[in-house]
């Protein structure tokens, strides 16, 4: 299991812009596709973009598609997550992944973030 902390969640208005980072504790970064995902009150976690190891690679939910973007940073070993036009709907708790390179081997989570959206 990799360690992942997150960070960057906070206040933010209506149609104002966030970005959440997240660190690993690995000396592989650069071999784990990361990814982040939110979980809604009351129903299932889903995929908001995933990233490969070496960035060439990128999967986005139609739902945010020209609004978050995804990145990472493998010399910090970290993923961002960069969330524009945020309405009280995104509101979501957002969880950062870290999938192994390695056959059948469980992926990683991090502790969870959280930002109110309000005027």
């Known amino acids: 299991q990799v360690q992942l902390v997150e960070s960057g969640g906070g206040s933010v208005q209506p149609g104002g812009s966030l970005t959440l980072s997240c660190a690993a504790d690995t000396a592989i970064f650069g071999h784990y596709t990361m990814g982040w995902y939110r979980q809604a009150p009351g129903k299932e976690r889903e995929l908001v973009a995933d990233i490969t190891g070496d960035g060439s690679r990128i999967n986005d939910a139609t739902s945010v598609k020209g609004r978050f973007t995804i990145s990472r940073d493998n010399a910090k070993k970290t993923v961002y997550l960069q969330l524009n036009s945020l309405q009280s709907q995104h509101a979501p708790v957002y969880y950062c992944?870290?999938?192994?390179?390695?056959?059948?081997?469980?992926?990683?989570w991090g502790q969870g973030t959280q930002f109110p959206v309000s005027s």
């Open positions: 992944m870290a999938a192994p390179p390695f056959v059948r081997a469980a992926p990683s």
